[in-house]
């Protein structure tokens, strides 16, 4: 089975409009995506079953808004927060392992997936020398495997897409530019550590250097991301530009670059948000309510294959939210929100990447709305509050990832937000549904049977 991660590069959920259901903000490294419900890959459309709780994890009862991350990989469920990475039986909710950081040291960031059952994670004094050192964690055993000296940046340094894993590579950045410290003290302050030296990579395995990428004169890797065919990395060029980057895993020789606009301002700011490496796209804007923004595909070239924007015919894509945002299989899949006269409805829309042309739109709530869609082994998982007339009980939607047609809906029995909060993310492990979430005086896993 594939693993699976929240990140928290993401703000909060959108208010909804009077009548409609509030999620809630989520923290800054609110995350990414997915949900796989077993036993719904199969069959025709139908309705029924209900959900239970098998166990849950205790309360958080203090977090922090850095260092936040979860996993599935096998049979167990890893969690990430700013103190310590904890490791459960995904079937009984038995611990099986805790990792600290040395040192009393803060977990800052965290990689976004894992590869071959190894997580990266850059930890330091974030009060004084900041992320200072990047280690390798295997999460079959909560121990690391290496690590490494990092060359870190003052407090205003942007913690996400700060470290990656894919291709047999651990990729990492070096130190941002001080832009906050230049604006606020009109000084000309440069980085602290040169672009062309601020991008490395690593044996995932080993821990051994691979390379160093040259990017071009006057530019910071703000994000990395990297698989199996290229690394690839958001630029901050001359305080005003930003470009995207792909460079060879094999020895870290730049292939191309493309333009992904101007900056508002010089301080880094999420106005780009990096989706995927392979294939490369990237989303502009769009990271606040009412914000515009659009998703930018590359093919392996550099030439722009496909511009999504965050509005059109299919409604508004709730692009600032990560779990309703899924790249699978050369595809963008989005949940979407449309008004038509005085109601709402809700909506997965798929389009092609290598075009930017919609494939399909399905209406999947009334006055409800959505929580979290994953796209995993051709089919698309939505899960969505019925809304208020349904005492806002959710329901699991399963579509067709090629068509849109829909296969199964259950009806859940639960409102899994009302209890302990909108979950950042959703996995399965067999025939068990975990909610993953984050944040003060919730439980980080909640895990559901069907009954």
């Excluded at 007339?389 to 399963?398: A, I, K, S, T």
């Amino acid at each position: 089975m594939a693993a699976h991660t929240t990140d928290g590069a993401g703000p909060g959920r959108e208010r909804r409009p009077p009548g409609r259901r509030g999620t809630g903000p989520r923290p800054l490294l609110a995350a990414v995506t997915a949900l796989l419900v077993a036993g719904l890959a199969t069959g025709c459309s139908a309705s029924g079953g209900s959900l239970s709780v098998v166990w849950e994890a205790p309360a958080d009862s203090d977090t922090r808004e850095y260092g936040n991350g979860a996993w599935l990989v096998g049979d167990t469920l890893v969690r990430s927060r700013y103190d310590a990475v904890t490791a459960f039986e995904a079937g009984t909710g038995k611990g099986r392992w805790k990792y600290a950081p040395p040192a009393q040291e803060h977990i800052c960031a965290v990689s976004r997936r894992t590869a071959g059952s190894v997580v990266l994670i850059a930890r330091g004094n974030m009060t004084g020398t900041g992320c200072s050192t990047v280690a390798a964690l295997d999460l079959t055993t909560g121990r690391e495997r290496w690590h490494t000296p990092r060359a870190p940046g003052d407090l205003t340094e942007t913690l996400a897409d700060m470290v990656a894993v894919g291709g047999g590579l651990a990729v990492l950045r070096d130190t941002d530019d001080m832009w906050a410290l230049d604006d606020m003290r009109g000084l000309d302050v440069r980085p602290a550590v040169p672009g062309t030296k601020a991008l490395r990579a690593f044996d995932l395995r080993t821990g051994a250097p691979r390379w160093t990428a040259a990017v071009p004169g006057g530019c910071v890797p703000e994000q990395v991301g990297a698989g199996e065919r290229q690394v690839v990395a958001v630029l901050a060029c001359g305080r005003t530009e930003l470009r995207l980057a792909a460079f060879d895993p094999a020895d870290g020789r730049q292939r191309w670059t493309a333009p992904l606009g101007g900056r508002a301002t010089p301080v880094p700011d999420g106005q780009v948000t990096l989706r995927s490496a392979e294939p490369a796209v990237v989303q502009t804007g769009g990271t606040a309510e009412g914000q515009p923004g659009a998703f930018l595909a590359f093919d392996e070239g550099g030439k722009p294959t496909g511009r999504i924007e965050t509005t059109g015919g299919y409604g508004t894509v709730q692009a600032h939210t990560p779990a309703l945002v899924a790249v699978a299989d050369g595809r963008l899949y989005l949940g979407a929100e449309s008004r038509e006269r005085e109601a709402y409805r809700d909506r997965v829309v798929a389009f092609d990447l290598t075009s930017g042309a919609q494939v399909w739109l399905e209406d999947v709530a009334v006055a409800g709305g959505l929580r979290a869609l994953d796209v995993t082994g051709g089919r698309v998982t939505v899960l969505a509050d019925r809304g208020s007339r349904h005492d806002g009980l959710d329901e699991l939607r399963v579509l067709d990832a090629a068509t849109g047609d829909e296969k199964e809906s259950v009806e859940t029995g639960l409102d899994v937000a009302r209890a302990e909060g909108e979950p950042a993310d959703l996995f399965v492990y067999e025939e068990l549904v975990v909610a993953v979430r984050q944040g003060a005086g919730v439980r980080p896993f909640s895990v559901y049977g069907r009954g």
